[in-house]
């Protein structure tokens, strides 16, 4: 493959005034039809350093910000703890690993340096949406249905929020119907400030039962690539809710971080979808994938009150965390 190094300077036009190095100073490389710049390039420019923990497999950068940990080939990243789904895989070429420029501005920097002097107006109201419900089960586990644990999660979360100050509305406080696109019309006339939609997973096939742990949604940025991408190709556009591109994240990663630090979650990561609920929201918006229906473990913690109130309280404190952002 063709590698050229690029010295155009677009992509600091993409930069706001967060504190990060631009990329127009770095060593950048065209692959795959888009742009990738040196880790070790980006480490440096950024105060900090990088350095193979394994050579040419896994490398660890350090910087003031927080250090952040990549693997050769994969997406998935650690960020300050917290594992993160990059669009795009790590690259290596030679014996210099590369990451996507549209990850950098896209996923990393946003949450290494978050927008000064907010990163929203002040969070006070919340509209938390239970996932399914009516004529939706859900994932069902023998007579378990997914839609009747995600509103009992609702309000527990809604006591909670209430009890520490917040106005808190449910998108439905009973078993009724509601298309994915009506939620968020309904967060929006409730003037929410965040919009939190609860669901719990399930996996099948073999070994399936052991597939645990939580995972937090938000918005695909236009132009990147899903998380789990089927089949969408054509249909990257720009969508409303990515007018909240960087604060969707920040509150994705605050209430993943706490499902794993608070409720002890089996750590998936923060992932992208284009979810309707998701796509049609206006305020900032995720979608908690809590718990697996299939995992026993995971199961208590959805089935028993007392552990699934600790996964309220963790989405809670991903809530403070995000709201104590707003406020620096
Ligand atoms: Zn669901």
């Avoid at 930069?15 to 490389?29: E, H, I, V, W």
Wanted: glycine share 8%; proline share 4%; aromatic share 8%.
């Amino acid at each position: 493959m063709k590698l050229a190094v690029s010295t155009a300077l677009f992509l600091a036009g993409l930069l706001t005034a967060a504190a990060q190095a631009p990329l127009s100073r770095m060593d950048r490389a065209w692959m795959f039809g888009a742009e990738y710049v040196q880790l070790d390039d980006w480490a440096r420019a950024n105060g900090g350093q990088a350095r193979w923990v394994v050579p040419k497999q896994e490398l660890k950068v350090v910087l003031p910000a927080g250090s952040l940990g990549f693997l050769v080939a994969a997406r998935r990243i650690t960020l300050k703890g917290v594992h993160v789904w990059l669009s795009a895989p790590i690259v290596l070429r030679g014996s210099s690993a590369y990451v996507a420029a549209s990850d950098l501005t896209g996923t990393i920097h946003p949450l290494l340096f978050p927008p000064r002097p907010a990163v929203g107006r002040s969070v006070r109201t919340i509209v938390l949406d239970a996932g399914h419900g009516g004529k939706d089960p859900g994932n069902q586990e023998g007579r378990r249905q997914e839609k009747q644990y995600t509103l009992l999660l609702a309000k527990d979360v809604r006591d909670l929020l209430t009890k520490a100050g917040f106005r808190v509305w449910l998108t439905r406080n009973h078993d009724t119907y509601l298309t994915p696109e009506s939620r968020p019309q309904i967060a929006r006339q409730r003037g929410a400030d965040l919009f939190v939609s609860l669901h719990f997973n399930s996996a099948d096939g073999p070994g399936s039962s052991a597939v645990r742990g939580a995972e937090v949604y938000c918005l695909t940025a236009a132009n990147a690539y899903s998380t789990n991408d089927r089949g969408e190709m054509g249909r990257r556009t720009w969508q409303s809710g990515n007018r909240q591109d960087a604060r969707n994240l920040q509150l994705a990663y605050q209430i993943q971080k706490a499902l794993v630090e608070r409720a002890g979650s089996e750590d998936r990561g923060v992932k992208r979808a284009r979810f309707a609920v998701l796509k049609y929201a206006e305020m900032p918006t995720v979608l908690v994938e809590a718990a697996f229906m299939t995992n026993p473990s995971d199961a208590r913690k959805i089935y028993d009150a007392a552990q699934r109130r600790t996964l309220a309280q963790a989405i809670v404190d991903g809530v403070q965390a995000y709201k104590k952002l707003t406020e620096r």
